[in-house]
């Protein structure tokens, strides 16, 4: 089975490749092969001619989304609609990766998959637009919404938080935004999983548990044994951000569960697996 993974070089791209590679042939493409491109991206998939296509370039920046709105539909949007129609081509499975930022945080507990999207923002509303054209023009596909990123090849929360703790002595993290961390090894073993059933649809995988950054800061400088830091917890609003964020973006892995079953770790055992091997 030949693997196509778009946006391979990214932080989940890159190990999906390091996962896959055990059980199938993977090919990876990145920013070379740009995906708003439709007729570039069309011929260079269709001369790979994959079984399978794992769709995670993205424009992620949600601020930069914000202000640079058409690139964000561009990319999620149109770009995404580009792979699904090699994929609807080829007749070949395509899977996305989403985020929990098409939800709008008003729920008050964990989303799942069937709860109705409303997204706050750019970033959560170009991504749900890439999530409608696979689910009108693919007739396989798996769309994994996912949450709060972490792994080693790409910029990320607790590299940021670490990096800050060098630098300063007061850091500043906000305690009214609740999500539950995710992973890059954690999820792309999952991800693994969920090809081999078949079973395509839509997948909240995340680690389990939620936390605010604040709580997410105060256990990455424990776990790092960094004491000399003062963690001071803040709200959105004294952030002033380009993009709102919801409040409230637990996911929970709801269909995982009733399928395969839950395999993810709690985040605390991902982040202190992450913090030990990095």
């Given at each position: 089975?030949?693997?196509?993974?778009?946006?391979?070089?990214?932080?989940?791209?890159?190990?999906?490749?390091?996962?896959?590679?055990?059980?199938?042939?993977?090919?990876?493409?990145?920013?070379?092969?740009?995906?708003?491109?439709?007729?570039?991206?069309?011929?260079?998939?269709?001369?790979?001619?994959?079984?399978?296509?794992?769709?995670?370039?993205?424009?992620?920046?949600?601020?930069?989304?914000?202000?640079?709105?058409?690139?964000?539909?561009?990319?999620?949007?149109?770009?995404?609609?580009?792979?699904?129609?090699?994929?609807?081509?080829?007749?070949?499975?395509?899977?996305?990766?989403?985020?929990?930022y098409?939800?709008?945080?008003?729920?008050?507990s964990?989303?799942?998959?069937?709860?109705?999207?409303?997204?706050?923002?750019?970033?959560?509303?170009?991504?749900?637009?890439?999530?409608?054209?696979?689910?009108?023009?693919?007739?396989?596909?798996?769309i994994?919404?996912?949450?709060?990123?972490?792994?080693?090849?790409?910029?990320?929360?607790?590299?940021?938080?670490?990096?800050?703790?060098?630098?300063?002595?007061?850091?500043?993290?906000?305690?009214?935004?609740?999500?539950?961390?995710?992973?890059?090894?954690?999820?792309?073993?999952?991800?693994?999983?969920?090809?081999?059933?078949?079973?395509?649809?839509?997948?909240?995988?995340?680690?389990?548990?939620?936390?605010?950054?604040?709580?997410f800061?105060?256990?990455?400088?424990?776990?790092?044994?960094?004491?000399?830091?003062?963690?001071?917890?803040?709200?959105?609003?004294?952030?002033?951000?380009?993009?709102?964020?919801?409040?409230?973006?637990?996911?929970?892995?709801?269909?995982?569960?009733?399928?395969?079953?839950?395999?993810?770790?709690s985040?605390?055992?991902?982040?202190?697996?992450?913090?030990?091997?990095n």
């Open positions: 089975m030949k693997v196509l993974i778009t946006g391979a070089k990214g932080m989940l791209g890159s190990d999906l490749i390091k996962i896959l590679s055990s059980d199938y042939e993977v090919i990876g493409i990145d920013k070379e092969t740009d995906i708003t491109e439709k007729n570039k991206i069309i011929k260079t998939i269709m001369q790979i001619k994959p079984d399978l296509i794992i769709h995670t370039a993205a424009y992620t920046d949600v601020d930069g989304c914000e202000v640079k709105q058409d690139l964000a539909f561009l990319i999620n949007g149109r770009g995404t609609k580009n792979v699904a129609l090699v994929s609807k081509k080829l007749k070949i499975p395509l899977l996305y990766i989403s985020t929990d098409i939800f709008d945080g008003k729920k008050k964990p989303y799942i998959e069937s709860d109705t999207p409303n997204p706050v923002n750019i970033y959560g509303k170009s991504k749900l637009k890439g999530e409608e054209y696979i689910q009108n023009l693919v007739p396989n596909y798996f994994i919404r996912t949450a709060g990123l972490f792994g080693k090849n790409g910029k990320n929360f607790v590299n940021r938080i670490l990096r800050k703790a060098r630098e300063e002595n007061v850091l500043k993290v906000v305690t009214d935004q609740i999500q539950s961390p995710t992973y890059t090894i954690d999820l792309a073993k999952e991800i693994k999983r969920v090809i081999k059933t078949r079973n395509c649809g839509v997948y909240h995988i995340t680690n389990n548990g939620e936390c605010s950054w604040y709580q800061a105060r256990e990455i400088l424990h776990l790092s044994q960094i004491e000399d830091i003062k963690l001071t917890p803040i709200t959105s609003d004294e952030l002033n951000l380009p993009a709102k964020r919801p409040k409230y973006s637990v996911l929970a892995n709801h269909h995982l569960s009733e399928t395969i079953g839950d395999d993810m770790a985040w605390q055992d991902a982040l202190e697996q992450y913090i030990r091997i």
